[in-house]
Structures are given as structure tokens and as C-alpha cells.
């Protein structure tokens, strides 16, 4: 699947993923209108606005961006509803042809860990049948635990040629709480960092791993060490847009051949229809096209030399 | 709610939480076969498997025990229809005047964090109406991300009058790769438990705080020493029986007073049928009540001076 995600990246000439993490306040009047209509005003009708909102997102976007990563808590708020919007925009999404970047953050122990590999991005036996609960590509995951929680992840992965992303360096202004509290001179995201790269090399694609890690747009410096640090696994950027992060910031993400980082929007693209003095609420496909646009155009200067 | 856990902890004399886990191998031959009957060897047969499976255990223990601990990893490893099975158990040991801790273990930062907390104890607005999707009454939080994602979750628990359990030391082996890097000579663990105690002031009870932490019982000296640094936050312990603490190790983690920790038990509890001979699957429930008696009587061992 890293294969996948590279090849996607590189033919849509865009490493960009667009985070579908939707609020009912993100969901244009129409939109929640018709569906409180048909379902009413309640978890059902929300999980409806929410999908359909998606979907318009998706179809504006999907020949220009090679993934998605809903972000499973906006889901999660719904309840059971909401996880039925989030497996089929994962479902919607894939059949377009972009990789699936589940945002689910877990991170537990042994047959715990494995459970929530299984139901993500694995397949959970029952009697002589297999299913697969929900369908992402990778999905992200916590490393507190240490290995024991991080291990079963990449047995699933295995098995499923799927990855992960384990959070090294968060893009949240308080992420330095724990994560550079400094061990031996040596801040503790760099030690989370060297276990990541470890890790990576029991699931390696062609030049990178299935396994890639987190770290802020918003922590630039610390990206350009971190780099170094796992010159083969992929980082996933959050923090770009709406958290302060610019194209300019991200160049140290990258590596000599132009890869090894994806940058994720959220609201910058799937709210884009509210800043806009162009598209109305009724275009906010059209604005979410135009902002990864712009996007692409100020990723570039990543690249600046 | 953390008044109603510690009252509910006097009122049955056991600091004991059931975990409740369920694998669908600890699930005996005949719910099974009923469950598949009904559903079909499918998500749905296997959701309909657990949750009478977890009826039945909390049927057989409800008037011994405080409160319940549904892993939610063991459901959402069946999908929608886990979830289901999981929004069901919930309730249903609610409706026995159960304590509910949901073992969610999550963590973001932000509106994220927030959305994770609306769901699973708080309440989510849509249009005019109040939902609550999942009704947790304690949950598990991760704290990688540092303050940015807790303070959502007590911003909600404050709200609720709900309460969370903040992983300080796990139970796992490797629980140590990260947690126990030195700072300055400080372990980590020991830093998180004190901002666990910080974040704790901001949501008080009478004498305890709605903010615990999650030690290991694995780790009986490491608690001695959490325990005087959190003496106002309860300690939810896991790592008890069939990961390898016993009574005598859990003195550590309780206060003068008698309280302070609440010990789970997952498989000791939920699987005792497996090793038992006096009881077979037909009395899985049975042999459950009696490792709930058992556990009791070994935790008296933590009271002896």
C-alpha cells in the first residue's frame, strides 16, 4: 500500500491528503437542510449530512489528490450512525482510487492492539468467514504503550500489505509537554523517531517502509532532524493551513527525491467555501477544488532551492 | 460520577472492575451456535455472541461488583454491528447500577479531542436536540499529546459530571521504552503524573478527583511511589491476574483510607469457566461470580499490614 500511496502521489504530481473531518458546522445549510428532512434532526440525519458533505468533497477533489484521512472522532461523536458515514466514505473514497488514511490515533497492547489492526485494516474471522469492518489503507497510531502496542499493528500489516503512521512529533502547540521532555540531552520524539525507523524495517516497500510517522508542519526544525533520523518512512504532516504551517515550512520534510512526506488539509479544504468571496455555499466543491489547487501551487515551495 | 464509583466500591467492600474483553474464543460453544443460528456466521452473528455473552457475565456479578470496563477495541473489531453490541452493553450494565469505564484509550488534540469526549460521555447538538451516542461514564485517555488533548475531555467531564482515567505507567512489558526514559532523573511516567494530579485539581469530587491515571499492577514499586504523587486522583489498575499481579502487589496503589484504586480483571473474570472444573460453558456465568469472590478475597491480601 505504500507502493499505492508513492505511485498516487507521484501521478497526481500532489503530496497532499485531504482531511475529511467534518462538523455539522462545516456541512452547508443545503446540505443539512435535506438530510434533517429525510432522516430527521437527529444522529441518523447528521451521519447523512456529514456523508453527503464528503462526497461532494470527494468528487471535486478525487482526480487531484492521491488520499484521504477522515479523521474517525468526527464520526465517533455521531455514534453508530456516524461510524456508518465514516465506513462509507472510507468505502466512496477508495472506489475513486485514493488511498485511505484512517486518523485513528489508537494505540493499546498485544490481542488489544491487534483488534483495533484487525478491525481497521485487517480482516476479523468469524466461524469459516472473514470480514473486513472498516477499510482503510493505513491508519495512524499512538506509540505511549512502546512496542507491545505498536507490534500487533505491524503483524496486521503485514499480512494485509497495509501501514501505519505512528505520532513521533504532534502539531498541537502543548505536544512538547511530553514529547521533548529531553532524555540525556536527547528529546523523547527522537528516541519515539529511532524505534519508528527500527520498526519500519520489518515492513519495507521498494525505498520506503509501510510504516511512516507524524510529525507537525508546525515544528519545522524538528522535521528536518527528524528526516534524518528515518530516511525511510514516510511522514504525515498535519498542521498545514488552519494550524499555521505554509509551504514554505514543509521543505524539510522532504527528501532529495522530492518524497518521503504527505501533507494534510482539513479545513483548509473542506471549509474553504467559507472564506471564499467566489463560491458559495452551494459551490463548496468547487471551493475545496480550488484550495488544493492553491495548495499545490504553495506545496512547490517546498522545493524552492 | 466518581462520588457514585466510590460509593458504589463501599456499598459492595470490592475495588473491583470487570474488564469486560470478549474474544469470540471466550464466547462458549452454545451462544455461539445460538447467535450464528439466529444471525448467521457473520459481524452481526458474532456482535449477537458478545453481547450475550457479556449479559450473561454481568447478570451473574452485577450485585458483587462497582462497575464494568468494555475494551472497545473488542468491538470495534466487529465494525458497526460491534459498536453496537458495545452501545448495548453499556447501557445494559448502567441498567444494573453499574459504574461504566470505557476502556477507549484515545487522544487528539483540540475539537478532536472534544468530539471523542462529546461522544462517549458527554452529548452531541444536532439541530435542536441533545444525543448522547455512547454512555460511557469514565474513560481511558492517552496523554502523548499532552495538555491540548486532555483538556477537552475534563472540559466535557466537567459538563457531565463524568470522569477519566489518564495512562500514566501501563501494564505491558514494554511499557518502559518511552515512559521510563529519564528526565533530569525523573521517569517519565512520574512527569505525567504530575500534570495527571494538576489536571485533577480542575475537577474535583469530595475527596477524590474526576481525573485517575491507569497504573499497571505488574508495577507494585512504580505505584508506591505514583500513589503519593497523585493522592487525590484514583488509580485504575490493570495487569491484575492473568497478566501477572496478585493481591499482595496491589497495596501500593491504595491510600490510607481504604481507597484510591480500582483493580480489573478481564480474563480472570470473563474466562474463569475455561480453567475451571467445576464449572463448564454452560456455567460460564457461574464460574464467573465465583473468580469475582476469589478476587475479592485475594485483595484483602493488599489490606493486610
Not at 489503507?137 to 500489516?157: A, E, H, M, Q, R
Request: with cysteine; glycine share 10%.
Amino acid at each position: 500500500m505504500i507502493q499505492e500511496l508513492i505511485k498516487n502521489i507521484k501521478e497526481k504530481d500532489a503530496p497532499i491528503v485531504v482531511g475529511l473531518d467534518p462538523m455539522l458546522s462545516y456541512v452547508p445549510e443545503h446540505i443539512l437542510k435535506d438530510a434533517f428532512d429525510a432522516y430527521g434532526e437527529n444522529l441518523e440525519g447528521a451521519a447523512e449530512a456529514i456523508w453527503q458533505f464528503n462526497k461532494g468533497i470527494i468528487d471535486a477533489t478525487y482526480d487531484l489528490i492521491p488520499a484521504v484521512k477522515p479523521q474517525v472522532a468526527m464520526y465517533e461523536q455521531f455514534g453508530i450512525e456516524g461510524m456508518k458515514a465514516f465506513k462509507r466514505t472510507c468505502d466512496y473514497a477508495k472506489s475513486k482510487g485514493l488511498v485511505i488514511i484512517g486518523d485513528i490515533k489508537r494505540g493499546d497492547i498485544g490481542s488489544t492492539s491487534e483488534a483495533y489492526a484487525v478491525g481497521h485494516v485487517g480482516q476479523i474471522s468469524v466461524g469459516n468467514h472473514k470480514f473486513s469492518p472498516f477499510t482503510e489503507d493505513f491508519v495512524t497510531v499512538n506509540p505511549y504503550l512502546g512496542s507491545d502496542g505498536v507490534k500487533p499493528f505491524i503483524k496486521v500489516c503485514k499480512e494485509e500489505n497495509k501501514g501505519m503512521f505512528i505520532l513521533v512529533k504532534t502539531s498541537n502547540p502543548s505536544s512538547g509537554e511530553f514529547q521533548d521532555q529531553l532524555v540525556d540531552g536527547t528529546p523523547l520524539y527522537e528516541i519515539v523517531a529511532r524505534k519508528v525507523a527500527e520498526w519500519g524495517e520489518e515492513h519495507m516497500g521498494e525505498d520506503y517502509s509501510y510504516i511512516g510517522a507524524v510529525v507537525g508542519a508546525t515544528y519545522p526544525e524538528m522535521g528536518a532532524v527528524l528526516r534524518k533520523l528515518m530516511p525511510k518512512n514516510y511522514i504525515l504532516v498535519p498542521g498545514y493551513g488552519a494550524q499555521g504551517g505554509t509551504g514554505k515550512d514543509l521543505a524539510p520534510f522532504f527528501n532529495e527525491d522530492g518524497l518521503g512526506a504527505i501533507v494534510n488539509s482539513s479545513r483548509g479544504i473542506i471549509c474553504a467555501y467559507k472564506k471564499s468571496e467566489i463560491y458559495g455555499p452551494q459551490n463548496f466543491g468547487d471551493a475545496s477544488r480550488q484550495a488544493v489547487l492553491d495548495m499545490k501551487e504553495d506545496l512547490k515551495n517546498a522545493f524552492v532551492k
